[in-house]
């Protein structure tokens, strides 16, 4: 499956942004899907996950009742809404899909990855 990510850009401290993610390929639906962002100087690491149904959904701590991953298999399309933004979630946030099907947090499980898509928050 390929991945096109797209929807970061600039915003304030407080803010929100709704990365999407659009994938190629008849199989979208049997995929987890997760998102992962790396910042500056740092590892990449987990941010959100979701199973291929949407019934699972994980999250890092830090972003924990602010992002929200969803998806629409009938778009082939997954979604992370981000609200009350913070300057830390500064990164280039990245979309994967993991062929197992379920919402992993490991990296290591994912064998698709989009381009990624930055993300500025600042005031």
């Known amino acids: 499956v390929q991945l096109q990510a797209c929807g970061g850009g600039s915003v304030q401290p407080g803010g929100s942004l709704r990365l999407s993610c659009a994938a190629s390929?008849?199989?979208?639906?049997?995929?987890?899907m997760g998102w992962f962002r790396q910042a500056p100087g740092k590892e990449r690491e987990f941010v959100a996950a979701i199973s291929w149904s949407g019934g699972s959904t994980y999250y890092a701590d830090s972003v924990k009742g602010r992002f929200t991953i969803s998806r629409d298999n009938a778009k082939n399309t997954v979604y992370l809404q981000m609200n009350s933004l913070k300057p830390e979630d500064t990164a280039i946030y990245y979309c994967?899909?993991?062929?197992?099907?379920?919402?992993?947090?490991?990296?290591?499980?994912?064998?698709?990855w989009g381009q990624g898509t930055q993300v500025t928050v600042s005031s």
């Open positions: 390929g008849r199989t979208f639906s049997t995929y987890g």
């Open positions: 994967a899909a993991d062929p197992s099907g379920y919402a992993s947090t490991w990296y290591s499980e994912y064998d698709s």
